[in-house]
Each structure stands twice: as structure tokens, then as C-alpha cells.
């Protein structure tokens, strides 16, 4: 057995060791407002429930191991003292990773994810619509745990009002494990999902997502691409060149056959089979092809 004492091995050790230990772990979806009341979203995995009676939730905004800098959210539930601890199912999983991305302060992540603002009923800060639960909390209390990069910050919320979506519940009126299915946190880039096991969401922690509020709105609007092909999508650090779509169509002549044809759901089908083959950059060479068609079908003839 590997017998490990914290002090002997680096922080960053450490840090994988504990998260890989201790899992699957539940994801607070935390959504607050900075001092000037700009929206700010991102998600957080060392969460859970404390007390039913007062409703109490804890989730930690740990201080970045790397430099010693705290997230926007810490700040921010310092300033008003509210948040709303969205849940996150497999629907919004990749949404919900994209929003984790180290976007500048006073950027709308939110908007960056695709996920739609919806104005709580007690508190200044949105919930998250897409959420099958939304929990509008006071924060009681901050017990900050450590001034070093990797320590925690407890967040002390109390739930004001909870807000769950119908299709969620059963036929008693309680919420449904497979209706709701969650997802939670492993260790490195692995989640649960609880209907169906383990799985994998890149970190987007190393690169910044253009994010879903730069694409096309025909794209953002799609009919058949889902929040999480959203999410895969905004997560590319640009789109791709006219060049690239060129050099893109001529290798691989069969998607200018789909681009010639100029059907927008097959497209965006052929798209999503990309994305689900985790090649999120060739599925947008695919996507804003389209809009040259014209090129292609000289080609082909």
C-alpha cells in the first residue's frame, strides 16, 4: 500500500490524489452578481447538503493551487452574500464545463455557455433555467480555511426557496433519480453519471472558448444540436479559417457532397456526429462551409 504523508508529496499531488479518492462528488452550479450587478456562473465540486433544518448547503471556491488567486464567485458571495446553487444533469454537462473556463472578470458566463438567465424570486443573482433545481440561498457564513493556493473556502448557505422542474418528479411527487440524472465529479477529467456510470469532459482550464455567444444564431439556435454539442462547440479557442474549410472539403469529399446539398438539418446532423467523435474543430469547417456551397459544387462537377 502507497502510505502517503500531505507534506511529502506537491500540492498538485496531493490536490489528484484527494479528488480522485473522494468521489463521485455533486457539483454546485453557482450562480452569483459582482458588487455592480454583473452576472457571473461557474461550477464547483467540493459541495454538498449539511442540515435540512435550517436547509443549509457548503460549497468551497478553493484558491488557484498555480497563483494564489481567488474565483470571481468568492468575491462575489463576499460582496452580496447570495447565490443560487444550481443542480447539473447530463443535459448541461459540457454547458457547464465550458462556463468554467477562466474567462475575464465581468464576462457573462452565462452567455459564454448558452445557458439562459432566469430572474430569481428573492435574490439579485440568476438561476439557471436549463437546471432541474434551482436553490436561491443567503450565505449565512464564509470560514475562509487557509491564505495559501489550494485552500478552501467554505461557503455557508442557507436555501431560501427552491424552484423544481416538473418532468422531474414522480408519481408521489418526489424528485425521480432517473428523471433528474445528475452527474458528479471524479478525479482529473472524469464525471458519474448516475443513470449510466463514468465518462469524459475535457478541462477547459489550459484554453479560453470562444463560447457560445460568438457563434452564428442559426447555429445557436439549431433544432438539432444539443446544449452539450453547444458546449463541445464553445469551447474552441477559434474558429477555423476560410483556408482551413477549403483544405477541409477537399480532403474529405463526401462532406462537400453534404455542403453542396445545402441541407441545413443534415448538416448540422453530420455536425453532431463530429462533435460526438470529439472533433469539435472539423465539425465547425462543416458548419460554416455552408455559407459557400457554391465553391464546392464547381468542384465536385
Same mark, same amino acid.
Given at each position: 500500500?502507497?502510505? $502517503?504523508?500531505p507534506?511529502?508529496?506537491s500540492?498538485s499531488?496531493?490536490?489528484?490524489?484527494? /479528488?480522485?479518492a473522494v *468521489? &463521485?462528488?455533486?457539483i454546485? =452550479?453557482a450562480?452569483?452578481v459582482?458588487?455592480?450587478?454583473?452576472?457571473?456562473?461557474?461550477? +464547483?465540486?467540493? +459541495?454538498?447538503? =449539511?442540515s435540512t433544518?435550517?436547509?443549509?448547503l457548503v460549497?468551497?471556491p478553493?484558491?488557484?493551487?498555480?497563483?494564489?488567486?481567488v474565483?470571481?464567485? =468568492?468575491?462575489n458571495v463576499?460582496a452580496?452574500?447570495?447565490?443560487v446553487?444550481n443542480i447539473?444533469?447530463?443535459?448541461?454537462?459540457q454547458?457547464?464545463?465550458?462556463?468554467?473556463t477562466?474567462?475575464k472578470?465581468?464576462?457573462?458566463?452565462f452567455?459564454k455557455? *448558452?445557458?439562459?438567465?432566469?430572474?430569481?424570486d428573492?435574490i439579485k443573482? +440568476?438561476? !439557471?433555467?436549463e437546471s432541474?433545481v434551482?436553490?436561491?440561498c443567503?450565505v449565512?457564513e464564509?470560514?475562509?480555511?487557509g491564505?495559501?493556493?489550494?485552500?478552501?473556502?467554505?461557503v455557508?448557505?442557507e436555501?431560501?426557496?427552491?424552484? $423544481?422542474? #416538473?418532468?422531474?418528479?414522480?408519481?408521489?411527487?418526489?424528485i425521480d433519480?432517473?428523471k433528474?440524472? /445528475? !452527474?458528479?465529479?471524479m478525479?482529473?477529467?472524469?464525471?458519474?453519471?448516475?443513470?449510466?456510470?463514468? =465518462? #469524459?469532459?475535457k478541462?477547459?482550464?489550459?484554453?479560453?472558448?470562444? *463560447?457560445?455567444d460568438?457563434?452564428?444564431?442559426?447555429?445557436?439556435?439549431?433544432?438539432?444540436l444539443?446544449?452539450n454539442?453547444?458546449?463541445?462547440l464553445g469551447?474552441v479557442?477559434a474558429l477555423?479559417?476560410e483556408?482551413?474549410?477549403?483544405?477541409?472539403?477537399e480532403?474529405?469529399?463526401e $462532406?462537400?457532397?453534404i !455542403?453542396?446539398?445545402?441541407?441545413?438539418?443534415?448538416i448540422?446532423r453530420?455536425?453532431?456526429?463530429l462533435?460526438? /467523435?470529439?472533433? &469539435?474543430e472539423?465539425?465547425?469547417k462543416?458548419?460554416?462551409?455552408?455559407?459557400?456551397?457554391?465553391?464546392?459544387?464547381?468542384?465536385?462537377?
Amino acid at each position: 500500500m502507497l502510505s $502517503i504523508g500531505p507534506k511529502e508529496v506537491s500540492r498538485s499531488e496531493l490536490h489528484q490524489y484527494l /479528488q480522485g479518492a473522494v *468521489g &463521485p462528488r455533486p457539483i454546485a =452550479f453557482a450562480s452569483t452578481v459582482d458588487a455592480e450587478g454583473r452576472p457571473n456562473l461557474s461550477p +464547483f465540486s467540493y +459541495f454538498n447538503i =449539511f442540515s435540512t433544518n435550517p436547509p443549509i448547503l457548503v460549497f468551497s471556491p478553493s484558491r488557484r493551487g498555480r497563483d494564489n488567486t481567488v474565483k470571481h464567485t =468568492f468575491t462575489n458571495v463576499k460582496a452580496t452574500m447570495e447565490v443560487v446553487i444550481n443542480i447539473v444533469n447530463h443535459d448541461i454537462v459540457q454547458q457547464m464545463s465550458l462556463s468554467s473556463t477562466e474567462y475575464k472578470e465581468g464576462i457573462n458566463e452565462f452567455e459564454k455557455a *448558452g445557458l439562459t438567465m432566469l430572474k430569481s424570486d428573492l435574490i439579485k443573482p +440568476f438561476r !439557471v433555467a436549463e437546471s432541474p433545481v434551482q436553490m436561491e440561498c443567503r450565505v449565512n457564513e464564509i470560514v475562509e480555511l487557509g491564505s495559501e493556493g489550494g485552500a478552501g473556502n467554505l461557503v455557508i448557505c442557507e436555501v431560501l426557496k427552491l424552484h $423544481i422542474k #416538473e418532468e422531474i418528479l414522480d408519481d408521489k411527487g418526489a424528485i425521480d433519480p432517473h428523471k433528474i440524472d /445528475q !452527474v458528479a465529479r471524479m478525479g482529473g477529467n472524469w464525471y458519474s453519471r448516475a443513470n449510466a456510470g463514468l =465518462f #469524459e469532459v475535457k478541462k477547459p482550464l489550459k484554453t479560453v472558448g470562444i *463560447g457560445v455567444d460568438a457563434f452564428p444564431e442559426e447555429i445557436r439556435n439549431s433544432k438539432i444540436l444539443t446544449g452539450n454539442d453547444l458546449g463541445k462547440l464553445g469551447n474552441v479557442e477559434a474558429l477555423p479559417s476560410e483556408e482551413e474549410i477549403e483544405q477541409y472539403l477537399e480532403k474529405n469529399p463526401e $462532406i462537400a457532397v453534404i !455542403v453542396e446539398k445545402g441541407n441545413k438539418k443534415e448538416i448540422h446532423r453530420q455536425a453532431q456526429i463530429l462533435i460526438d /467523435q470529439d472533433q &469539435p474543430e472539423e465539425a465547425w469547417k462543416l458548419l460554416l462551409a455552408k455559407k459557400k456551397k457554391w465553391k464546392y459544387k464547381e468542384r465536385l462537377n
